[in-house]
């Protein structure tokens, strides 16, 4: 390992093993190299030469569902996802990444016209060769047992949101929304909702169109290369698109536009102002509706019925990092009443980790069946989140612990109050 940042960044551990207290993955692989302190002290044996092979470090840094719980609870403010990133990225450029992920990040998803092509194929794929499981959240495709763990995907659909477009529609506006690879592709109705949703705020809204792939899943594969390709012609056109706003449905997109950019777009670099630009501009979903005057649109939710049925689901960045967690339950609040209750475990992670899941599937899934079943203990009937990864993932485990568990994003539910449904979970 060569990168001098990571030397200055792991030199602020003071091993004091707070990180393990808190760290998600701890509890299931009960080893010290699992949290963050056993990570750093690996990368400084790595960068003093005393640890060469790189491909167990490479293990080890793999194995981290970069959910930043030890970051947020580090008394000294060690950035373990920094670390863990660029020294993923830093191994990568000594002994590669795998080839398929390559071509994923560098064509597929850098690529919005190979994106669809890849969403169309999956879709034909999943109807001919899985296996149906009718779920609350919809229909959904298993995998055989032996093959991808078994894991559920939803139906795909034929058409993603932001084909469903009309050619001159959402081009230009106050507020851009960014929807995201996950609810253009996978979830549109999701995408519909926060478009629609916006619009009543009385704004003129513009949609991101042709957008690359933010960067993150390649940024959290090492694949720095990539990333910046993405980052880049995401910044030089969302700045010479000059929105007012640029709205989020997603954390993890969020993230990668607030906090993450700035490791891939340091000070020294000609679009570090774009950068800016778009991080100062960049709001979560839930902070927009409540400030854009959408909440004042709102009828009075109806009271009594379903008591504190409606769960939240805390994305791990957007109310980890950016303490967005808040803002969501108000608009929850306002939207649907005393149907919202809080979550038992709503700000455990959900296991998802975007890479981490398809790396280790059997984990990603225990953890993410345990906050689902707490979740279930405690009452709710519907879990609300506002993340892609999220709402993949408790889809997922919604399957396998309780089918009859509905997963929305919160977009969906005040779409949903706003057409003056009663039922606190949206029309179909
Ligand atoms: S909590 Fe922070 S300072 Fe303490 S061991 Fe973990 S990373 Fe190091
Ligand atoms: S980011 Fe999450 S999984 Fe990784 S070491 Fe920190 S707490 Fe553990
Ligand atoms: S975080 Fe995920 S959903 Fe959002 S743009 Fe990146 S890849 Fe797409």
Request: glycine fraction near 10%; charged fraction near 25%.
């Amino acid at each position: 390992m060569k990168d001098p940042d990571l030397k200055v960044l792991t030199g602020l551990c003071a091993k004091c093993g707070t990180c393990r207290t808190v760290c998600t993955l701890y509890p299931e692989r009960k080893t010290e190299i699992a949290v963050a302190r056993g990570k750093v002290a690996l990368v400084e044996a790595a960068l003093s030469g005393e640890d060469a092979d790189a491909a167990s470090v490479q293990e080890a840094l793999t194995d981290c569902l970069l959910c930043g719980r030890c970051e947020r609870a580090c008394p000294n403010q060690v950035l373990v996802e920094e670390i863990v990133m660029k020294g993923r990225a830093d191994l990568a450029e000594e002994i590669g990444i795998p080839a398929w992920k390559s071509v994923l990040f560098g064509k597929v998803m850098a690529s919005p016209a190979a994106t669809e092509a890849a969403r169309m194929a999956a879709a034909a794929a999943e109807r001919l060769l899985l296996a149906k499981v009718p779920t609350r959240s919809g229909l959904h495709y298993r995998f055989p047992e032996g093959i991808a763990g078994g894991r559920t995907v939803p139906e795909l659909p034929a058409k993603g949101f932001i084909r469903s477009l009309r050619k001159r529609e959402a081009v230009s506006g106050e507020a851009m929304l960014f929807v995201g690879c996950v609810f253009d592709h996978v979830f549109p109705r999701v995408g519909r909702a926060a478009y629609e949703t916006m619009k009543a705020s009385g704004r003129t809204v513009a949609v991101f169109r042709d957008a690359a792939c933010c960067g993150l899943p390649a940024m959290v594969s090492g694949d720095r290369r990539s990333a910046a390709a993405c980052v880049e012609e995401n910044l030089l056109r969302l700045r010479s698109a000059d929105p007012g706003e640029i709205v989020f449905p997603c954390g993890s997109c969020l993230i990668m536009f607030k906090r993450n950019v700035f490791s891939l777009i340091p000070r020294s670099n000609p679009l570090y102002e774009d950068a800016v630009f778009v991080a100062d501009r960049s709001v979560d979903y839930a902070s927009f509706i409540l400030t854009a005057g959408v909440v004042d649109r709102l009828p009075d939710p109806p009271e009594g019925e379903r008591v504190g049925e409606i769960g939240y689901h805390d994305p791990c960045h957007l109310s980890g990092t950016l303490g967005k967690g808040p803002q969501a339950r108000e608009l929850l609040s306002r939207a649907v009443g005393d149907a919202f209750g809080e979550m038992a475990g709503a700000d455990r992670c959900c296991g998802y980790g975007g890479t981490f899941n398809a790396r280790d599937y059997p984990t990603s899934s225990r953890i993410g069946e345990n906050k689902v079943s707490a979740a279930v203990r405690g009452g709710t009937k519907v879990v609300s989140t506002a993340c892609s990864g999220c709402v993949l993932q408790m889809r997922d485990m919604a399957a396998r612990v309780d089918p009859s568990v509905r997963v929305v994003h919160i977009a969906e539910l005040v779409q949903n109050a706003l057409s003056g449904g009663r039922e606190g979970t949206p029309r179909r």
